[in-house]
Structure formats: structure tokens, C-alpha cells
């Protein structure tokens, strides 16, 4: 059924891909034969009319300002309040940024609409039809394939993700998936290795940044974890092992990624700036200054400011059981009282504090007890509800069978 509705995918884009192809050629090959003439006698149909919708392409420069554009585009001023007006509930167009481009499509020397990715998934169109104006917001068209890749790590995940034709943010995502059951930043060998089926997208005939990962399997030393996503019918997306037991864990195994640990847990350990041996109830990261630090549960911020040897410190209450520290830190992203998610950016490695170099010191505090992130046993998130087992099986035997096709 899959391996069907692939193919037929494939055979839909590809069909589509050789029609724009074609066409192509075909409007070229016009222009430069100088064919347009012998027309003047023909009623134009609606078609006819549509396609002579010119579309310009805008890139927002550096300075540019939402007014510089909309002039740019043979808009006025009171176009843009009316602009600025009906969007004012949809997007807020202060916030376009350089590099970023608007397509704007004319009939003629008449403004007909503009478009603007608001981000890889989302685009918002302002259209004006005679005097009115109006503002959609909808998911951008991709035509969705499947792409199969597989590697081997031999240096990085990054290097065997890029060698595997892979872009950047499905490695990033595939690290993701696994983040609470591996530790990407100490645990990766080499020789470990990976499989996954994603979205491939495609728009205008060019890639586009991947969708989803479907499925994924990692082998990390020996052991081969797999995760299925699933979006269950109340709208909620997650992964699953093949249990159907959640990958999501209430913490993240470290709160940066692909860093180093310098200094493990240790009730006993020489401490270079204060010259004595001390516990080191914690885990040092070293990682360059300026790297994003991770909330690595979801929770309150509790502290956000100077504390004596831990330089800038963060502390985030989980629940009753649990805390978080961060210590060292150069920056804060959040203050006290702030709500966090797992994975939120709470502040920036530093080497603030009793420190010899850039790291983040991350303590965990089991009711008032710090314990060892590295081996502490955490808890498993929600398995998929009785209700949804059906349609979890279903969805898993079509990736799991097209996987070991
Ligand atoms: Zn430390």
C-alpha cells in the first residue's frame, strides 16, 4: 500500500516536474523562434488571460523596510496601511527579513498579489482585487516524495549524514528523534549507523528544505533503536519504538549538542581554579562559547542570575521531583518565572565563574539529591493511547515493510 502510494507519488512529480519541464522549453523555444504573432485575431480564453500574469521576484536587501518594498512593488503608502490593517491578525510585516524574497505577480503594469514564506512551512498571500484587499495564510505547496538514506558513522554523524545526500536539518532531526535515548554529544561511535525514510520536497522544480522524518532506525554500539512517527487523532505528533512506547523521555540526555565532556561525576576531583579536591556532582560540557544551551525538560525557571563559583546560573523546577542547573553561562535567553520547554534555548556557554574554559556544568537534583545525569533511570513517556494501537500498527507495518523492501 505504501510502496503503491509512493510510486504513484513519484509518478505524479515526476509527471508535473516534465510538464513544467516541457513547458519550459516550449515558452523558451517561442521567444526565440519569435513566435507571438498571428494571435491579434483570436478571442483570448481565460486561459489565455491567466497566463499573462507576470510574476517578479523581490529579494528584501539589507535596510529594506515593508514601505521600501510595497514601492518597490507600484504600491502607495495608504496601500500599505491597508495592507498593515487587513494582515494585522495574520502576519505582522515589520518582521520581513534580508535575504528573503516576495514574489509579486502583475497583469500587465497591475499589482494583482504578492507572496512570502513566512517560515519553511507557512506562506501568507495579499491579494488586491480592484480595491479590496485580502490576506490568506496557508501551508506552502510542496510536492511531497520519499527519499530512502542510510550511512555508517566513521568521523561524525554530520559527515556521514552529508555523505548520505542528506540536508543538515534532517541529520539535525534525526538526532532529535533519538535525543532521549542517545546521547549525541558522548556516545557516537564509529561504526554506528543509521537508515531512515523522510520527505523530500520539491517547489518550482527546485529541492526545498526536507519535511518529516517517517521512520528511522540508529544502531549505536550494537544496540538499534527504531522510531515510527505518529500523529495520533487528537492532532498530537510524536515518535515511537516499535513498542509503541513513547522516544520522548521527560529530560534530554545533555543540554547541548555535539559537544564533549570534559569532567564526569565524581564525589572526588581536584578542582583547578580553587586549587582542592572537591565532588563534581555534575557533568561539564565543553562546547565554543555562544553554543545554545537546552532547557532538557520542560518547567519553570527558577534562578537566572550570578552565583558565586557558578558563574551566571540557571535553575529550572521540572516538577516536585525534579530539578536542572546550568552553571558558567555567557549569556541568559530567559529570566525567573519564565515557562520552558524541552529543547527551549535558556542561555549561551560561557566561562563565567569558577571556569577555565567554555563549557556548561549540568547538575540534576532527584528531590534535593544531585544525581548523575549519565545513569540516572528516567522515567517513560506516554506510550500511544489503547484507542490509537490499531492505527499505530497500521501506520508502523507500512514504514517497517517498506524499509526492508
Ligand atoms: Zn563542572
Redesign the pocket.
Known amino acids: 500500500m505504501f510502496r503503491l502510494m509512493k510510486k504513484i507519488l513519484l509518478i505524479i512529480s515526476t509527471l508535473a516536474l516534465f510538464g513544467i519541464f516541457i513547458f519550459h522549453n516550449f515558452a523558451s523555444s517561442s521567444i526565440e523562434n519569435g513566435v507571438g504573432q498571428n494571435t491579434h485575431n483570436q478571442i483570448p480564453t481565460k486561459e489565455e488571460n491567466m497566463a499573462k500574469e507576470i510574476k517578479e521576484t523581490f529579494l528584501i536587501e539589507d535596510g529594506d523596510t515593508f514601505a521600501v518594498l510595497i514601492e518597490k512593488f507600484g504600491l502607495n503608502y495608504g496601500d500599505m496601511l491597508e495592507i498593515i490593517d487587513t494582515a494585522s491578525t495574520t502576519y505582522d510585516f515589520t518582521k520581513i527579513k534580508a535575504g528573503k524574497k516576495f514574489q509579486v505577480f502583475f497583469v500587465g503594469d497591475v499589482f494583482r498579489r504578492f507572496e512570502y514564506d513566512i517560515d519553511t512551512e507557512e506562506m501568507v498571500i495579499v491579494s488586491k482585487d480592484s480595491s479590496w484587499w485580502s490576506v490568506e495564510r496557508k501551508d506552502i505547496p510542496y510536492e511531497v516524495t520519499f527519499a530512502f538514506a542510510t550511512g555508517v558513522i566513521e568521523s561524525s554523524l554530520f559527515m556521514a549524514g552529508n555523505d548520505a545526500g542528506m540536508q543538515d536539518r534532517t541529520i539535525l532531526a534525526l538526532a532529535d528523534v533519538f535525543a532521549w535515548e542517545i546521547d549525541f554529544a558522548t556516545v557516537i561511535q564509529k561504526g554506528d549507523s543509521f537508515s531512515l525514510i523522510y520527505e523530500k520536497r520539491i517547489r518550482n522544480e527546485e529541492e526545498w528544505p526536507d519535511g518529516n522524518i517517517l521512520v528511522a532506525t540508529f544502531s549505536n554500539q550494537g544496540k538499534k533503536y527504531t522510531a515510527v512517527r505518529f500523529v495520533d487523532q487528537d492532532g498530537g505528533v510524536g515518535y515511537y519504538a516499535i513498542d509503541g512506547t513513547s522516544l520522548q523521555k521527560p529530560f534530554l540526555k545533555a543540554p547541548v549538542k555535539y559537544s564533549r565532556i570534559t569532567?564526569g561525576y565524581s564525589n572526588a576531583r581536584f578542582h583547578p581554579v580553587i586549587g582542592q579536591t572537591t565532588a563534581?556532582l555534575?557533568?561539564?560540557y565543553a562546547a565554543p562559547i555562544g553554543t545554545p544551551i537546552l532547557a532538557t525538560g520542560d518547567g519553570l525557571v527558577i534562578t537566572a542570575s550570578w552565583n558565586g563559583g557558578y558563574g551566571n546560573f540557571i535553575s529550572i523546577r521540572h516538577n516536585n521531583t525534579w530539578d536542572t542547573h546550568y552553571?558558567?553561562l555567557s549569556r541568559y535567553a530567559v529570566k525567573v518565572g519564565d515557562r520552558v520547554s524541552q529543547g527551549d534555548v535558556i542561555g549561551y556557554v560561557g566561562s563565567t565563574g569558577w571556569?577555565t574554559g567554555p563549557?556548561v556544568?549540568?547538575e540534576m537534583v532527584k528531590n534535593g539529591t544531585k544525581v548523575n545525569p549519565l545513569t540516572v533511570k528516567l522515567p517513560a513517556g506516554d506510550p500511544i493511547k489503547d484507542e490509537w494501537k490499531d492505527l499505530f500498527e497500521a501506520k508502523k507495518q507500512e514504514f517497517l515493510a517498506f524499509f526492508a523492501s
Do not use: K
Open positions: 569532567s563534581h555534575a557533568i561539564d552553571a558558567h571556569s563549557h556544568h549540568y
